[in-house]
Nanobody
């Protein structure tokens, strides 16, 4: 069982930055692929980025996040982060972190929502123009 708690959301002006954190409970965090998703009002939850846990893996991003967002993880702290730069009003959403125990996504993570076992409660990010 893994419990996830996001933090770091808030109100920021366009062009600004935020760093979201996701704290995980449980001793096996280091063998979970992690993902960030977001959901704007009236829209479906969409993939933002993902990071695996196996050596040699890379993080993957949605096109909307490439070049602006960076995912990192600190297994010693049971945490995953989403650094968001050059924020735009269209980035406004509730941001969720998620954990996947599937071995096949262990190296590169996954953008598929159904492949995640655990979800956090979300943190609101609002970008003003």
């Amino acid at each position: 069982q893994v419990q996830l708690v996001e933090s770091g959301g808030g109100l920021v002006q366009a062009g600004g930055s935020l760093r979201l954190s996701c704290a995980a409970s449980g001793r096996t965090f280091s063998v979970y692929a992690m993902g960030w998703f977001r959901q704007a009002p009236g829209q479906e939850r969409e993939f933002v980025g993902t990071i695996g846990w196996l050596p040699g893996g890379n993080a993957g991003y949605a096109d909307s996040a490439k070049g602006r967002f960076t995912i990192s993880r600190d297994d010693a702290k049971n945490a995953v982060y989403l650094q968001m730069n050059s924020l735009k009003p269209e980035d406004t959403a509730v941001y969720y972190c998620a954990a996947s125990s599937l071995l096949r996504v262990g190296r590169l993570g996954t953008e598929r929502r159904y492949e995640y076992d655990y979800w956090g409660q979300g943190t609101q990010v609002t970008v003003s123009s």
